[in-house]
């Protein structure tokens, strides 16, 4: 290989190197400061290709997405004075990087730990201001909320950082306590099954009583109904029976004598003692009902 061709190769890997080092790009999900020689000259590098001078020029960059930050489990009091062990995580990212950078140096660490201590001290007093009922299971969600709006304004101010969402992920009683806690909860929920059983039976008579009234109004207009219908019925038929007997008096008397002697001698054996001549068998002895002179 020649001189100038071995030259020429050097001035290009010389290139390389220089363009490597001018030339950088920041994405989508980065949140990036420019420094000349430790001193801030871009608080904050918009994603894209851009160019910095080698040597002279550094560049940080930090993550802009959501981070997740685990707590260890710490020990607060209610406003019972009851302690509890809450373990719980927060949701934060970077809004500010040079707020950030200037707070943190850019370490993640470091963030954390100014991060937890305020995070652990408004746990502390929204736990101090509720009983155990309302953080376990009421207002828990406000609670969080509370905090969060609270806590994030702080954060930003003092770190470039938002805080997303603070959750609590268990809540734990302390092993002394534990016993005479689930004693009370269990007779608490008794007492209110009682009352609730209570209601309900108190509830039922009521439902019952006015169903038995209602029940005898019904019985009671209905027999009026069917007593009112009878009596239509029994009116129409003596008119009609009456009507009948107007028309053939004497229709009807034999009719009437059939029916007399049907139900007079309906049973096999039966004895009636009466004299011949009798109005009971007029119509026995002649067909037109009249007695033999």
């Known amino acids: ?35 000349k020689f430790g001193e801030i000259v871009n608080p904050d590098v918009k994603p894209g290709l851009h160019i910095r001078w ?3 020029n550094t560049l940080r960059k930090f ?8 707590a260890q489990p710490q020990s607060y009091l209610t406003v019972e004075k009851k302690r509890l062990i809450v373990d719980s995580f927060i949701k934060w990212r970077i809004t500010d990087p040079l707020k950030y950078y200037t707070a943190t140096s850019g370490d993640e660490y470091k963030a954390a730990e100014l991060l937890l201590p305020n995070v652990d001290a408004g746990l502390r007093n929204q736990f101090g201001e509720r009983t155990l009922t309302e953080v376990v299971s009421g207002e828990r969600d406000e609670l969080m909320l509370e905090l969060v ?3 994030s304004v702080q954060t930003q101010e ?32 008794e007492r209110e099954a009682r009352e609730l ?32 219908v009878r009596g239509e019925g029994d009116a129409k038929a003596a008119s009609i029976y009456a009507e009948a007997y107007t028309k053939d008096p004497e229709f009807y008397a034999f009719y009437r004598s059939l029916n007399a002697y049907k139900e007079a001698f309906n ?8 004299k011949p001549d009798s109005d009971f068998f007029r119509y026995l002895g002649n067909s037109n009902g009249k007695t033999a002179e």
Do not use: C, H, W
């Open 158 to 189: 003092e770190l470039g950082i938002e805080l997303i969402d603070i959750r609590v992920k268990k809540i734990d009683l302390p092993q002394e306590v534990s016993a005479s806690v689930y004693e009370r909860m269990r007779t608490e929920r």
């Open 267 to 274: 049973q096999q054996g039966d004895i009636m003692v009466l």
């Open 1 to 35: 290989m020649s001189g100038k061709s071995m030259a020429g190769v050097v001035i290009a890997l010389l290139l390389i190197v220089v363009g490597f080092n001018t030339l950088y790009i920041i994405k989508e999900t980065d949140r990036a400061v420019l420094l």
């Open 149 to 151: 709006s609270s806590l």
């Open 54 to 56: 080698p040597i002279i």
């Open 197 to 228: 059983r209570s209601r309900g039976k108190e509830l039922a008579e009521g439902i019952q009583a006015d169903a038995d009234r209602q029940k005898a109004v019904i019985e009671a207009n209905a027999y009026r109904d069917a007593q009112q």
């Open 63 to 70: 993550d802009g997405r959501v981070q997740t930050l685990d």
